[in-house]
């Protein structure tokens, strides 16, 4: 069952949303060669705690931490450890979730440490832009498969592939809830889109294969073929029939300045 959110939801939703934000951008600031992900999901955890808001992922399903780390060839949910020094080079996607007044926030944007290769900042680049394409489709009257086509048609068409196994999903009293949302499909498919609605649309793009395999760990996902994977998320309201976007790249673009993708 989907839920439709009121006005009054919505901005308790962004609220979530502003602090899941605002904790990225402390990520922005700490991210640099040398920096374990460990300390980065503690300085997050304080953070979004001291704003009031519990971390949402922190025990969901059983996940141990924060934010999800996800380095170079691992796509989504690794996990924070003070043995994973970050190296010139790598990069690092954080997905972080807060939770207050009983709703989630839920945004994930993928940094560059250093000196990246152009071909994986190009990878970064357009997944960024799928995810705009996305929530450009993200309107009332039309379809969750105009979402998923625009993404996929997007990256596909820079030879890139698009991550079939996970998805992204409605957001709102809880983390994850109806409807799917994947970042494929097929124009005029799938659930109809109606304000209300509020969802998190999250391409998980890869620079090689879209096949994944899990880490030994039981959480991480990573490419077969170790190339790299993006992730970018935003969590998004269908309000008076168009996108509104409630969480924001802004902060942590202020934070890298001319250093952003
Ligand atoms: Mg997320
Ligand atoms: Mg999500």
């Known amino acids: ?3 439709l959110k009121s006005d009054e939801e919505i901005e308790l939703l962004r609220i979530s949303n502003q602090i899941v934000a605002k904790t990225l951008a402390e990520m922005a600031k700490l991210i640099e060669p040398g920096i374990s992900t460990g300390q980065l999901d503690k300085v997050a955890e304080e953070f979004i705690r001291d704003h009031g808001a519990v971390p949402g992922f922190l ?3 059983g996940f141990p931490k924060s934010i999800c780390t996800s380095v170079n060839e691992q796509v989504v949910h690794g996990i924070p450890s003070e043995k994973v020094i970050l190296e010139d080079g790598d990069i690092i996607s954080v997905d972080c979730g807060a939770f207050i007044n009983g709703f989630h926030g839920d945004s994930a944007y993928t940094f560059c440490v250093g000196n990246v290769k152009q071909e994986t900042r190009d990878l970064l680049r357009a997944t960024k832009e799928s995810l705009y394409k996305g929530i450009e489709q993200a309107e009332e009257g039309r379809r969750l498969g105009d979402i998923g086509f625009a993404i996929q048609h ?3 068409e820079r030879k890139y592939s698009v991550v079939r196994e996970m998805i992204g999903h409605g957001v709102g009293r809880n983390l994850h809830e109806a409807p799917e949302v994947p ?3 097929r124009k ?3 659930v109809m889109l109606k304000s209300g609605m509020t969802i998190a649309i999250e391409p998980m793009i890869n620079l090689g294969s879209r096949n994944l395999v899990f880490e030994k760990d039981g959480w991480t996902t990573r490419t077969l073929d170790r190339k790299p994977s993006a992730h970018f998320e935003h969590s998004i309201a269908i309000r008076r029939g168009k996108a509104d976007i409630l969480s ?4 942590i ?3 890298l300045g001319n250093k952003a993708i």
């Open 248 to 251: 924001s790249f802004e902060y």
């Open 188 to 190: 005029g498919n799938g």
């Open 253 to 255: 673009e202020q934070i």
């Open 183 to 185: 970042n494929y499909g």
């Open 154 to 156: 997007y990256c596909e």
């Open 59 to 61: 025990g969901y399903g």
């Open 1 to 3: 069952m989907i839920f």
